[in-house]
């Protein structure tokens, strides 16, 4: 009896053997997301203590003072499979059509924030083409990527999409560079003569923590902007970020030029509190005003923001002072200039 | 009689369950680690490293290979492996993996390890793709700490996954005459009219 019961477990072991012999051949491979998906929705109240409807501070987004609005509906698809890499990003509503990018002939939006193909030539080389996101600077359109809610004036009158060709090869971890040509002016989805801006990144990482991208975007048509975009992850709570640039206009009719600290500390996982400091300058002596900053004049900028996380949502309060040196754009709430504005936003992002 | 069957089921439990690891290990320096030692035949005929190591770089595209190894030294490289957050229909990267990778051999057998494992988070950029946060790293022994359960245990499983499906890979290749991967190597052959 014993030995009958032993023989089939015997048996049965074999038998199990034989069949996890099978399935050892066939261990499913590390997972493949396939198609991965992203993207953001966002929403905000404004408050200028001006109690001006048409708020005095005119940098990108959060520009709708004393109500309720929306940013928008972000959503992309990206696959990357071998070599092959496409991105195709849309975005609905005013942060994500009229206010980031151009309509098309037909003054209809695109919705197009991102829409590129790359592909790796070699292992350190990669290629690609299409409309993309800009290189320059330290903020982007996308609220899931910047701290702040409001936008600094660098990056207001800055570029935000590049369409071109670019080639990437990166040399180390620690050190890559790219360059492209690029349309002739930024933010189209067409050229209006060729394909003739020049654009360049260099990246270095000198240390754990710490990157720094030197760019270079320069054309006939669109201008010659320098910028140093950098950040360092000082400790685990505490990061800092610069940005610095300076833009020529075509024909050296103006431009600005700036420079914008960003020191942000995590209190926890779920706090963060930051500071962004910015001095912006007009450097035009004739040429119009730049997100309402007169020819000749200058803006100094201060943006306390919390950022409280609980899952994919960051509910993001935030008070900006914004100073200007001389000719006023600012309004009292008596209409009466003034040299200083100040507003309360207080934003919810939710990145998936 | 007795004896032998229950040294057979002995050896067939321990035989079943050297097949591939579940978990990661601890090391000697209390550092968790993915380690497998594989048994070879006598009359396995090995890959010559030089050729291990092209099979690596062809198979393994993230995983960089030192130059110059020799048979003694074994294999050795660091890589990278992305860990993704896998939804009902659709995924989405969260983390990424970096490791260093150890390939030793002797005498009819030889052993898979990957040390020094890091994770790292990754956000969104600026176009649509997924990059680590700067400067923010986690060994895995601190992860527990850092992330839920179930993303732990999933990051787990997707590094165990891995590194099981390169050992197989690796011995598959290892052991077929032309050093063929799993792939392309001949298929055995067979005769249907006696069974």
């Known amino acids: 009896m014993k030995k009958s019961l032993l023989l089939s477990v015997v048996l049965s072991l074999c038998s199990l053997l034989t069949h996890a012999q ?67 990003e849309l975005s609905f509503g005013p942060r994500g059509q009229y206010q980031s990018i151009p309509n098309g002939p037909d003054e209809n939006s695109f ?55 670019k080639f990437t090869y990166a040399f180390t971890d620690k050190v890559s560079l790219m360059a492209g040509l690029f349309n002739d002016n930024w933010n189209v989805y067409e050229s209006k003569r060729d394909v003739s801006t020049f654009g360049a990144q260099l990246m270095v990482s000198p240390v754990k923590g710490w990157t720094a991208y030197f760019n270079l975007l320069s054309g006939k048509l669109s ?55 910015e001095y912006f300058k007009n450097k035009s002596a004739s040429q119009g005003a730049l997100s309402a900053i007169a020819p000749g004049s200058s803006v100094t900028a201060f943006t306390f923001t919390a950022n409280l996380k609980t899952g994919g949502l960051t509910f993001i309060p935030e008070i900006r002072l914004d100073n200007v040196n001389k000719a006023s754009p600012f309004v009292k709430s008596n209409g009466q200039p003034t040299k200083t504005a100040s507003q309360f936003v207080v934003a919810a992002v939710y990145g998936f | ?29 209390d550092k ?26 062809k198979k393994y595209p993230d995983i960089r290979i030192a130059k110059n190894q020799s048979e003694a030294a074994g294999i050795q490289g660091k890589g990278r492996l992305t860990l993704y957050h896998k939804g009902l229909v659709f995924g989405q990267e969260e983390g990424q993996l ?35 946060v700067n400067g923010i790293a986690y060994a895995w022994e601190e992860l527990p700490k850092k992330v839920k359960d179930t993303q732990y245990e999933s990051y787990t499983s997707q590094v165990v996954n891995y590194f099981n499906y390169l050992n197989k890979q690796l011995e598959v290749y290892l052991t077929s005459n032309d050093g063929q991967d799993a792939k392309t190597a001949n298929p055995q052959r067979i005769s249907t009219k006696e069974w």
């Open chain 1, 22 to 88: 099978d399935t050892t051949k066939v261990i499913p491979a590390p997972i493949d997301p396939g198609l991965t998906i992203f993207g953001s929705v966002d929403t905000y109240y404004k408050l200028d203590f001006a109690g001006k409807k048409n708020a005095n501070i005119q940098t990108s987004f959060a520009n709708e003072a004393n109500s309720v609005s929306i940013g928008m509906v972000d959503l992309g698809v990206k696959k990357k499979y071998n070599k092959a890499l496409f991105v195709g």
């Open chain 1, 111 to 165: 919705h197009i924030q991102n829409l590129y193909i790359g592909y790796d030539l070699t292992r350190k080389l990669n290629v690609t083409a299409g409309y993309m996101a800009t290189f320059v600077g330290y903020e982007i359109i996308a609220p899931v990527g910047n701290f702040n809610y409001s936008t600094s004036y660098l990056f207001t009158n800055g570029p935000f999409q590049n369409a071109g060709l």
């Open chain 2, 98 to 132: 970096s490791f260093d990778l150890k390939i030793d051999f002797k005498e009819e057998k030889y052993r898979v390890m990957a040390s020094n494992l890091t994770f790292m988070p990754l956000q969104r950029n600026r176009y649509g793709t997924f990059t680590p």
């Open chain 2, 32 to 57: 968790l680690m993915y380690y497998q030692v594989n048994s070879l035949s006598l009359g396995d005929t090995l890959q010559p490293v030089p050729t291990v190591n092209e099979f690596i770089k």
């Open chain 2, 1 to 29: 009689m007795k004896n032998i069957i229950l040294a057979l089921i002995v050896f067939l439990v321990s035989a079943h369950s050297y097949a591939q690891s579940t978990a990661l290990v601890l090391n000697d320096n």
């Open chain 1, 223 to 277: 201008g010659t902007e320098l910028d140093l975009t950098t950040s360092y992850q000082i400790t685990e709570k505490f990061k800092m970020g610069l940005n610095g640039a300076t833009f020529s206009s075509p024909d050296q009719s103006g431009g600005f030029s700036g420079v914008a600290l960003y020191p942000q500390y995590a209190i926890s996982g779920a706090v963060a509190l930051g500071l962004r400091g």
